[in-house]
Structure formats: C-alpha cells, structure tokens
C-alpha cells in the first residue's frame, strides 16, 4: 500500500513537472510571436500620423460606455480623463449602477448635469433606468442612472442607449490616454471584418495624475503592488499580444475594449449569469461567427493604454483573484462544446484547450504538485537530476519569461524609462516566485472550489483614488 502511494505521488510529480514545461513553452512562443510583431508594429507605428486620423472623417464615432459602482473617490477623475481624449467624434456614458454612495451626485455637481431624453437603439433586458443626465458644459458626456443589477446589466443598458457603430466597454475607475481611442481604431480601419479588440492596461498606482492625464510614471510604494505592475506587463505584452498573432484571442479585458456595436447587440450583449462576462462575450463572439460562417476579427492592439487601480491588500486582491477564476471556468464551461471541436478552428483545437487544462485546471495540478514534490523531497523520493529539473521548469523557466516581458516592456514602449524601475521589475522577475504566486494560486483555486459553490458574489472592492500633482506638492 505504501509503495503504491509513493507510485501515485512520483507518477503526478511527473505529470506536474510536464505541466510546468508545456505552460511555460507555450508562454516562450507567444512572447517570441509578441516580440515579431512589437518589432513591426514599433516600426510602422512612425508611418501613422496620429493627427491626420483624428481629424480625418475616416474615424467611426465611437461610445465610450462606463459602468460605476461605488466609484466616487476616482468618477470625477476618470470623466476628466475621457474628456480630454484625442479623437473627433465620440460619447460618454456613465453608467451609474445603482452606486450606495454619492457617485451620482459628485459627477451631477462636477460636470452640471440636468435630466434630458436619449432615445434607444437597442432592446436588451436590463435593469430600471431611473434617470437619464446630461452636462450643460459637455454635450458629449451622459449619465444613465439604474438600479443595480451588476457591470454585465450596466454594460447592456448602455448599448442600449448607444447609437454609435463602435463601443468601447471599459471600468469607470479607468484612464484613457489621450490618443487611446485613435491608437484601438486601427484595427477597425485596416479590417472591416473586425468585431472587437483590446487595449493594454496598466497600473496607476505610484502613478501622478493631473487633469485626468497620467504625467509621471513610477512605480508602486508596496510590494504587492509592483508584482501587479509586473504581472500585467507579462499578461498583456507576452501573452494577449502572441494570442492575437495566432489569430486566439479568447480574453478582452472588461476594462478596456473597443467593440462593433452591432455584433455584440446581436449576439444578445453581456450575460448577465456570470462574472466572467468580458471573456465569455468574446467567446460567444468565436462560437456564433464560426457557427454561421461569419468572417470576423477578435485582436489585440499593443499601444494604446487604459491606466487602472489595482489592489492594494492581500485581502482585496484575493477577493479580485478568486472572482477572475470563476469567471474564466463559468466562460469556459458554459461553452466547453467547442472544446477539440474543428468546426470552430483554431480556436476549438488549440486556444480553448490550452485555457481549459492549463489556465483553468491549473490552480489544482500547481498547488497539489508543489505539496506532492515538497513530500517526495522529503522522505528523499525524488533524485537530483528530477529536484533540478523540477525547480529549472517550475522556477527558472517561469522568471526567465518575465524578464522577457520586461525586456518587451522596455524594446518597445519604455513607459517606466528609470534605471531603478527597469531594476526592480527585473529583481521583481525573481521575487515573485518565492511567495507571491504561490499566494495566487491559493486563491485561484479557492475561486475554482467556490465556482463549484455556484457562487456569483462580485466582492466589495476598494478605491482610494489617483494621486494627483496637487496632493503630490
């Protein structure tokens, strides 16, 4: 019986260390791919003249929609920050979800808005809109307030009242750069084909903003913001931008995405029965094109930029952790049809399996497989040759991929120029191993046990506002 435990614990030790060496060989080849087209991209981004486009009638007008809950320490600021963006025709709309706090009041009192009328162009069930609002100042920006029913039902009740042939579905604590609408239209341009594409977000935090606008770039004070810094940088260079050269993009995030108006109307707008409601839009998207023989785009585009808050505390940041989880394994499952299906491509036979196994499964083969191989160590199971393996797969093979998205980070866009910043994202490369993802992993899988609870909560989050160039001087 013994030996037949010690079979099963050095078979799975196996089995995770060949996790560990697929995961992180498909996270090589999509930074490699990301590195190809950073190159290109980086190279004819000199040939667009960001000026002409913006003034040019070729632009589509474009609806910025932006659900807020409880966001009254940063409403003001984000609204401030879309208004000051560079693009020739565009709206505003403020999508008040029901907040419990003066976050209607403070954009009412800030912008000068009065009760006015808006027609429908679409009918997708929502929540009560108990008021519609309009600036005196800014007749562009809009304020629809809603008894609460959650971001999906925010998101559909503003597409309702869009009437543009773009909307760009973001958070309502976010900020836009200046030329972040120009920069995602590129797709929309170059393909009439495309339904929908996705920005880079970045983190604010450390960050000095002023009139909306994010001026000087530092890093985060805490440490548990910095590995956030540097995860995102890996998510969204490495990651979303070898995903989208492989034409499998899977995740949009709900913070930043530029979508067809249309197509998304179409295919019944956000579910409202998940959390994960960003990626299992896209999803949906993949699954109707292919099904009705629609030729469609889903891409990513590297340089434009939506600057967010992110968590500050271990208790916040597990609590968004937990709730990314489910949402992935609820878009997953709710369409696991396509799963090695060929009718859905590329997309059937290799994005969603690498998501289903690796990104959705993982959680469960990481953690149990450090215990399992911390037990084999133990009672001296395991020999060396398997020990340096396991730690160059699990450790060094991990680090070595973060230092590339760094690298890309620094070849391309150079948003953090500060010798001491490049530094400390490389040392952060290291650091993050020996604690910080293991704590996530925790968590995601806490989010998997709790998905299988059928659980739905959101998660109170916490906002503690831009540090602005007043409070810095």
């Known amino acids: 019986m013994i030996e037949l435990f010690w079979k099963v614990i050095l078979l799975f030790n196996g089995m995770v260390l060949a996790y560990f060496l697929i995961t992180n060989t498909v996270y090589l080849c999509t930074t490699l791919f990301a590195f190809k087209v950073l190159k290109n991209y980086t190279r004819n981004r000199e040939n667009i003249y960001i000026e002409d486009l913006a003034g040019g009638a070729s632009a589509p007008p474009i609806t910025l929609i932006a659900p807020a809950y409880n966001e009254e320490a940063t409403c003001v600021e984000s609204v401030r920050s879309l208004l000051t963006l560079i693009y020739p025709d565009y709206e505003i709309l403020m999508v008040n979800d029901g907040s419990k706090d003066s976050t209607v009041q403070r954009l009412i009192e800030a912008y000068e808005m009065t009760p006015a009328s808006r027609a429908k162009t679409a009918e997708i069930v929502c929540g009560k809109v108990r008021e519609v609002y309009k600036s005196s100042r800014h007749p562009n920006l809009w304020l629809i307030d809603k008894e609460n029913g959650g971001k999906a039902d925010a998101l559909n009740c503003g597409l309702n009242f869009c009437r543009t042939p773009l909307f760009c579905a973001m958070d309502a604590d976010s900020l836009l750069e200046r030329n972040a609408l120009i920069k995602i239209v590129r797709p929309y341009l170059e393909d009439t084909t495309t339904i929908a594409a996705g920005g880079v977000i970045r983190i604010v935090n450390g960050c000095t903003v002023d009139a909306g606008v994010v001026m000087d770039i530092q890093m985060p004070k805490k440490w548990i913001e910095r590995f956030q810094v540097l995860e995102y940088l890996r998510a969204f260079l490495s990651g979303r931008m070898g995903w989208a050269y492989l034409e499998s993009t899977l995740i949009i995030s709900g913070a930043f995405g530029l979508f067809q108006r249309e197509a998304a109307a179409d295919a019944g707008g956000f579910r409202k029965d998940t959390i994960g409601e960003d990626m299992e839009l896209i999803v949906r998207l993949h699954r109707s094109c292919r099904e009705n023989n629609i030729p469609y785009r889903i891409t990513f585009v590297p340089d434009p930029v939506a600057w967010t808050e992110c968590p500050s505390t271990l208790r916040v940041l597990g609590r968004q952790r937990d709730r990314w989880q489910r949402g992935l394994n609820d878009a997953l499952l709710i369409h696991k049809k396509m799963l090695f299906n060929p009718r859905y491509g590329r997309i059937g036979m290799f994005a969603f399996p690498y998501f289903f196994f690796f990104e959705m499964l993982g959680p469960v083969i990481e953690l149990f497989g450090y215990g399992a191989f911390a037990i084999a160590v133990a009672y001296g199971r395991v020999d060396g040759l398997f020990m340096l393996a396991f730690f160059m797969a699990a450790f060094v093979y991990g680090v070595a991929l973060s230092i590339a998205a760094v690298g890309l980070?620094?070849?391309?866009?150079?948003?953090?120029?500060?010798?001491?910043?490049?530094?400390?994202?490389?040392?952060?490369?290291?650091?993050?191993?020996?604690?910080?993802?293991?704590?996530?992993?925790?968590?995601?899988?806490?989010?998997?046990?709790?998905?299988?609870?059928?659980?739905?909560?959101?998660?109170?989050?916490?906002?503690?506002?831009?540090?602005?160039?007043?409070?810095?001087?």
Do not use: C
């Open 409 to 473: 980070e620094e070849l391309s866009f150079r948003r953090h120029p500060k010798l001491t910043d490049l530094l400390l994202l490389f040392s952060l490369a290291v650091l993050e191993n020996f604690g910080y993802r293991q704590i996530l992993i925790f968590w995601r899988l806490k989010g998997a046990l709790l998905f299988f609870k059928r659980s739905k909560s959101w998660g109170e989050m916490e906002h503690h506002g831009f540090k602005t160039a007043a409070a810095k001087s």
